[in-house]
């Protein structure tokens, strides 16, 4: 008897996040046959020989013992209230532990905090090229991606009056990912504070992606969102994986900030989404306040000498000799996102360009394309790998585009 396969989510079919995806699955084919690729498509720092901090994995081992039972859906209070000081800091108002989410990850958060605000056909303002998952989620919680553009011409900046062009009656939210992942882009306070001031006209919740809110390089500056948002209903996120070096212990936290008045009803709908899924991972909460109270570990990695420093300067230097390569600096996170020159390469795809440089270069990028993104000429890599190593992958792949333009 024929019977039929199992069926999928229809909206499925318009997700994607190819970081992971067949590119990815290639390279574990390859690696099984025996070849040595250079995987620069995943900011995951333990995969590049970087450790968590020993304060962090301390607290842990010190906390085992404890950490059998479930948590509050929300968290371990001492996590909330390190989570909750360092925004009392930063001048958030009103930023209390009953206001913070502990998530398996900023990626569990990112999906229950939209799964709490949408109903079918709401639309939210996603930057492109934006964090796939940012786009994934909103589709599958039955949402629309409206996306703004942050070019290359304007350093990857957004477009306040562009964002505000896109606000229609059925819009609930703008996202804004800052630092930014894949582009590197940093935004400045009167940015920031043009968008809030749309977020305000048009009753739009505020969404700060702020996992990197410590990577920053050459006198950059982080500035948070909440603090200038005041009373806006705001939710800002932030997590161990990235400036903690800790993406496998999968901890990440949101706190939502403003009135009261207007943030009580969605406080309660991802109270319950919490507590339906029990409690994020317990062994690496007890991590959190070790991190927000202890003692700075990201800034000698970004600062002149750091690793993260010499890798950036290894890609901007790279770029910059290149023949083929222009590159908006990155001022902040773990990403490099450089444009290919189209003139000199008629007929350049991104996504042929990466099959390419995997097959015979054994280099594996993300195509720009994987980004929510009209264009096909961007790749993205991590900043992650050894400048030396940084300094070998630019080789092959300005070999290949040679190639290429000898074609
Ligand atoms: N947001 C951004 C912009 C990211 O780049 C990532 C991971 O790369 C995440 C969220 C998810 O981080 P995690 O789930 O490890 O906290």
Redesign the pocket.
């Known amino acids: 008897m024929n019977h039929p396969p199992v069926p999928t989510r229809a909206r499925l079919g318009e997700v994607r996040y190819e970081?992971r995806g067949e590119l990815a699955r290639r390279a574990r084919e390859l690696e099984a046959q025996g070849r040595r690729l250079i995987k620069l498509n995943?900011?995951?720092p333990g995969a590049f020989g970087f450790r968590a901090p020993e304060h962090l994995q301390r607290a842990i081992a010190e906390h085992l013992a404890e950490s059998d039972p479930y948590t509050h859906q929300q968290g371990l209070p001492a996590a909330r209230e390190a989570i909750a000081a360092q925004h009392r800091a930063r001048g958030v108002h009103g930023a209390t532990p009953e206001r913070v989410f502990v998530?398996?990850?900023?990626?569990?958060?990112?999906d229950l905090s939209l799964r709490a605000l949408l109903n079918p056909g709401d639309e939210v303002l996603l930057p492109s090229p934006d964090?796939p998952?940012?786009s994934a989620a909103t589709i599958l919680n039955d949402g629309r991606p409206v996306y703004y553009r942050c070019e290359a011409g304007n350093g990857f900046l957004p477009d306040p009056d562009e964002i505000e062009s896109l606000v229609s009656s059925r819009t609930r939210a703008l996202v804004l990912?800052n630092p930014?992942?894949?582009t590197g882009a940093s935004y400045p306070r009167a940015l920031l504070e043009r968008l809030v001031a749309i977020a305000a006209k048009h009753d739009l919740l505020l969404m700060a992606?702020e996992?990197?809110d410590g990577i920053l390089y050459d006198g950059a500056a982080f500035q948070p969102l909440a603090p200038l948002a005041d009373d806006l209903p705001c939710l800002s996120?932030g997590?161990?994986?990235?400036v903690h070096r800790a993406?496998g212990w999968?901890?990440?936290w949101a706190l939502l900030s403003g009135d009261p008045l207007r943030i009580g009803e969605y406080h309660h709908a991802l109270d319950l989404l919490g507590a339906l899924r029990l409690c994020a991972n317990v062994p690496g909460q007890f991590a959190v306040a070790a991190a927000l109270t202890g003692p700075d570990t990201i800034t000698a990695l970004t600062a002149p000498g750091g690793r993260l420093y010499e890798s950036r300067r290894a890609v901007i230097d790279s770029c910059a000799a290149s023949d083929f390569l222009a590159l908006v600096p990155p001022q902040g996170?773990?990403?490099a996102f450089p444009a290919v020159d189209t003139e000199a390469l008629r007929g350049f795809d991104d996504h042929r360009f990466a099959v390419e440089l995997l097959e015979e270069e054994d280099v594996l990028i993300v195509p720009g394309s994987s980004f929510n993104v009209p264009y096909r000429h961007h790749f993205r890599v991590t900043l992650l790998p050894e400048a030396d190593t940084v300094r070998e992958v630019f080789r092959r792949i300005e070999r290949a585009l040679a190639r290429h333009a000898e074609r």
């Open positions: 970081i995943i900011g995951n998530g398996n990850g900023v990626s569990e958060l990112i964090y998952l940012w990912i930014n992942n894949p992606d996992i990197y996120f997590g161990l994986s990235k993406c999968r901890v990440g996170a773990l990403y």
